[in-house]
Structures are given as structure tokens and as C-alpha cells.
């Protein structure tokens, strides 16, 4: 394999963004996880860029009881950590704009603190904009805190030049399966309309994400190429080497199909086979990417244990150190038989997919951490080298690199100097931040921005929410019922037997992690 070094025209370069409208925005679960390791650094690499608006404020929102200061100096220590080089003068100015109320999630009066504290605030900072309701809680508290917001009268619809708008994002699982999922929804939508209704993929802020939409429709060369009469088949895969950490207790309920594949799976698929939309613009792109969830092949009970492979990582060893399986994470998974593996083929029945299958696989504790999505062509129809004893012709392959190694490498046949027939295989590769010389920019980085400014492109709408569900509920019902437990693979591998024979029915077979 030979690689070949691409050049970027700096001159050709196109950038579009739009600075956030006057935002207040307000964290549910502020002294969590989530907002400490990814929000609120992600402001701030906001605030650096000048991306966030000068009218901006934050109100920290839990249960843990914390003065304004103390909770200045818990989001001081979490940016420090994602920018240690950062002048401290600029961070504390930033940090000014944030406040910090506790109360329970379930009791009136904390909603009615929080609107006078909107309020005030607002007259302080003179905002007039919108006001960004952040769910970083908790799936359970989810109807809880909407209800309460929309009962408190903080769910301002307001219109394009209202000084009282409101936007609510919410966190991933959106509900378990379809019933759950409708019901959260319904519960949402007695207050907020469907356009501020922000529901996050954060696969969908990732910049290897969003080229996909680039490369397919900001180029003619490949429109031509991208249908069943040059695609032999697709693969996606998402793997990690990382366990279930501390999260076991959701994971548990959980497992890799709801967890990876009913929302980022579903997200990568439909942006891959999607037809062009006619605008950049998000319902135009979010119709288009639900035709696809809805043209997904439906399948009888039988054929589950067919198509959808589960496997569960028992102990092994990864990059040279022995690691635990999954139920002895803790003592309470000691039985379970969750899948944290899962491979399966998907068809989707539309003129432009038929016959071409779509490989999918993702799990925990493989060999390592990648997810791209590999497109492999036809065969040449007849090759005329066989007369010369080459029969066998590789493939040309393209693979969208999502993570770690963001960028996109073609592969191609070409003559090698010297004998008559003497063929490579040529990859060419470019890798996204040697090229741009950029580091890459934290996914919610975007999602954050686009919130605030309004956008919903890059966040799921119900129905494609929804379809995705319906799809996958049979599986998880077949499986409850079947009471099987997944197969094992050692942890540190790269597939197992079963998960291999999925594709190999179809004489196919992984691509290597
Ligand atoms: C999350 C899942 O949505 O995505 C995690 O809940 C998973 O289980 C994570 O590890 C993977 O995200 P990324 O960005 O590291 O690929």
C-alpha cells in the first residue's frame, strides 16, 4: 500500500458562521458529569472565538448546594482542563457571567426562583434573545423539568423579533423504545413546539460528521458513483476500547443497540445514503435523512438472530494489559446479559440501495478505538489482465474516517514501474488536522453554537426519532422474549465467530480495526 499526499488550496477556502444571538442559557444537572467535562468548556472555546454573544449569561442549575463562587471555580477547573494555556484574566471575565441556583427539580418554587433570576439578569445584561433550557440530567427527571418549566410559563414559544423566546435541549437516551420515547415526547411537546425542541446526537456536532454532507454534495464526482450500480456494499463501524467505566448502572439498562445504534448509528447511516436535499437547511436535510430510516428493510422475527449478532466482552488483554469482562465490572452485572456488541445487515428498499447491504457493527472493548464508514465498490465487470494470471482485482474502497484519525483515503489499483503487469493497491489519504493544521473542535462546541443561533440541522427530529424506535423495537422485543444470552468475546479482539459469519454468509468480511 502506497499513499499519496493531497495539497488544500488556501485560497479556495469557504467558511460560513453566524455569532449567537443574546443567549441566557440555563444547565439542568450543572454540577454533573456532562456539563462539567463537555459544556462548559465548550462555551468557553466559544467565548475564545468569538462565536458566543456579548449579551450572555448562565445559571447553573442542581440539587448540590453552591454559592456563585464555588461554582466559578468548579467551571474554572473543568476549561483549565480542556485550555491550560488560557490567560486567567480572560477566563475570570467570562466566568462572571455565570450563577449558580440549587433547588429540587420537582418543586414549583425553584422554577419561579429561576424565572426571577431570567428576569433580573436579563435587565442587567439588557438581553433580549432567547433563553436555552440545557437537560443535562438524568433521563427520568426529563418530563419533570419540562413539565415544570412549561407550568412555571418559562416556555415562552415566541417569534422571530420576540424579546421572550425559549429553546430546550435534551440529552441522549430520548426514551428506551418507541412507547417511552413517544410518551417523553408528548410530555415535551404540552409546552414546546417541535422548532425548540434541540434533541442532541452529539455525533452530529463532530466534524467528520458534518463533511460527509460536504464531500457527497459539494462534489459532482461521486453523485454518479453513489448508488447500487457501482456499490458493492457499505460498512460502519464505531468500536472502542474503552469498558463501561463507572456508567454501568445506566449502560445495563441500556446496552449497545440503544446506546450507539438506534441514535448515532442511525445518524451515520442516514447521512451516508441520504438523497441530495435541495437547501442546506434543516428540514430540507432532516426529510431527506428520515425517507431513509423509513425505506429500512423490515425483517420477520425469525431472521433476528440472523441479521442482528449480540456479544457480550468477557476478560482479555488490550495494548498489553489484562482487563476484566463485563460482569465483573461489578458485582451487580455479575448475571447480566446485556450486549455490548452488536453487528448486524441492514437493507434499505429505495432505487438508489437495493441489493447493497449495509454492514453495521459497534462494541466496547475491541482492539481499538475507530469509527469510519468504509465504501467498497464493484469489481471491474470482466478483467482483461487475466489473460496475464490476474484474475483477482482488489476493489477501490472509500473510507470517511470520522475518529481518531479524522479524514478520507481512497484506495485504486495502479501499475507499478517495471514489469509489464505488475499492479498496487494506492491509497490516497489526507488526514484532517495535518492538512488544516487545526485541532479538532469539541462537538458541542457546534451543537452549543447552533443552538443559539437557532439552528436545528444538526439535531434529530421526532419522527426520524421515532422510525428509529419502530425498527429496532422488534429486536429488543425478540430478544427479552428469547431470554438468550449474547456470545462472549475476549476483550481487546477484533470480531468473534458469530459476528464473522454474518458477513461471511455473503462472502464478505470485516474490514481490519
Ligand atoms: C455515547 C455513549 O453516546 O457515545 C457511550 O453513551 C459511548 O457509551 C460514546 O462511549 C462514544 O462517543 P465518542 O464520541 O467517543 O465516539
Not at 442542581?62 to 476549561?79: A, H, N, P
Not at 425469525?302 to 465483573?328: A, M, P, T
Given at each position: 500500500m502506497h499513499n499519496i499526499e493531497p495539497t488544500v488550496d488556501y485560497n479556495d477556502i469557504i467558511c460560513a458562521d453566524t455569532v449567537a444571538e443574546p443567549s441566557a442559557m440555563v444547565v439542568f444537572g450543572a454540577s454533573g458529569d456532562l456539563a462539567q467535562r463537555k459544556l462548559v468548556a465548550s462555551l468557553y472555546g466559544l467565548y475564545e472565538k468569538k462565536l458566543l454573544n456579548e449579551k450572555f449569561f448562565l445559571i447553573g442549575c442542581?440539587?448540590?448546594?453552591?454559592?456563585?463562587?464555588?461554582?466559578?471555580?468548579?467551571?474554572?477547573?473543568?476549561?483549565l482542563s480542556v485550555h491550560p494555556d488560557l490567560n486567567p484574566d480572560e477566563l475570570n471575565v467570562f466566568l462572571s457571567k455565570f450563577y449558580y441556583?440549587?433547588?429540587?427539580?420537582?418543586?414549583?418554587?425553584y422554577y419561579q426562583e429561576i424565572s426571577r433570576k431570567l428576569d433580573a439578569l436579563s435587565?442587567?445584561?439588557k438581553l433580549c434573545g432567547c433563553f436555552v433550557y440545557y437537560l443535562s440530567t438524568p433521563p427520568t427527571l426529563f418530563p419533570v423539568i419540562t413539565g415544570e418549566l412549561g407550568k412555571s410559563g418559562l416556555s415562552y414559544g415566541g417569534c422571530a423579533d420576540s424579546c421572550k423566546k425559549s429553546r430546550i435541549v435534551i440529552e441522549k437516551p430520548f426514551g428506551r423504545d418507541t412507547s417511552s420515547s413517544r410518551e417523553l415526547n408528548a410530555k415535551?411537546?404540552?409546552?414546546?413546539?417541535?422548532?425548540?425542541?434541540?434533541?442532541i446526537d452529539h455525533y452530529l456536532g463532530k466534524e467528520t460528521v458534518q463533511n460527509i454532507l460536504m464531500f457527497r454534495f459539494a462534489n459532482s464526482i461521486f453523485e454518479p458513483l453513489w448508488n447500487r450500480n457501482y456499490i458493492d456494499h457499505i460498512q460502519i463501524t464505531i468500536a472502542e476500547s474503552l469498558g463501561v467505566e463507572g456508567r454501568y448502572g445506566y449502560y445495563d439498562s441500556s446496552g449497545v443497540l440503544r446506546d450507539m445504534f438506534q441514535n448515532h448509528m442511525i445518524q451515520l447511516l442516514s447521512l451516508v445514503a441520504m438523497e441530495p436535499p435541495v437547501a442546506f437547511e434543516a428540514d430540507s436535510i432532516r426529510d431527506e435523512k428520515s425517507r431513509v430510516v423509513n425505506a429500512l428493510r423490515d425483517f420477520k422475527?425469525?431472521?433476528?438472530?440472523?441479521?442482528?449478532?449480540?456479544?457480550?466482552?468477557?476478560?482479555?488483554?488490550?495494548?498489553?494489559?489484562?482487563?476484566?469482562?463485563?460482569?465483573?465490572?461489578?458485582?451487580l452485572l455479575a448475571n447480566s446479559n446485556t450486549e455490548t456488541f452488536l453487528a448486524c445487515k441492514l437493507m434499505i428498499d429505495n432505487w438508489r440501495w437495493k441489493d447493497v447491504p449495509f454492514y453495521l457493527r459497534s462494541g466496547k472493548r475491541l482492539k481499538k478505538k475507530t469509527t469510519e464508514i468504509a465504501i467498497t465498490f464493484k469489481e471491474v465487470p470482466h478483467s482483461m489482465f487475466s489473460s496475464v494470471g490476474i484474475d483477482k482485482l482488489t476493489p477501490n474502497t472509500l473510507v470517511l474516517k470520522i475518529q481518531p484519525c479524522e479524514g478520507t483515503s481512497l484506495s485504486f489499483q495502479t501499475k507499478r514501474p517495471g514489469s509489464k503487469a505488475c499492479m498496487a493497491t494506492l491509497t490516497m489519504d489526507y488526514d484532517y488536522q495535518e492538512i488544516f493544521g487545526t485541532q479538532m473542535p469539541e462537538a458541542y462546541e457546534r451543537l452549543l453554537l447552533d443552538c443559539m443561533v437557532g439552528d436545528q440541522t444538526l439535531f434529530s427530529r421526532f419522527d426520524c426519532v421515532d422510525k428509529s424506535w419502530q425498527y429496532?423495537?422488534?429486536?429488543?422485543?425478540?430478544?427479552?422474549?428469547?431470554?438468550?444470552?449474547?456470545y462472549l468475546y475476549n476483550a481487546g479482539s477484533e470480531s468473534f465467530e458469530e459476528a464473522d459469519a454474518l458477513i461471511k454468509a455473503d462472502s464478505r468480511q470485516w474490514r481490519s480495526l
Open positions: 442542581s440539587r448540590t448546594k453552591l454559592s456563585d463562587d464555588e461554582f466559578r471555580m468548579r467551571c474554572k477547573k473543568s476549561i441556583l440549587s433547588g429540587q427539580y420537582d418543586d414549583q418554587n435587565s442587567k445584561y415535551i411537546r404540552e409546552y414546546f413546539d417541535e422548532h425548540q425542541i434541540y434533541r422475527e425469525e431472521q433476528i438472530d440472523e441479521l442482528f449478532v449480540r456479544g457480550q466482552y468477557s476478560s482479555g488483554n488490550l495494548d498489553g494489559k489484562d482487563v476484566c469482562g463485563y460482569r465483573e465490572e461489578n458485582e429496532f423495537d422488534k429486536v429488543l422485543a425478540h430478544w427479552k422474549k428469547s431470554g438468550q444470552a449474547p
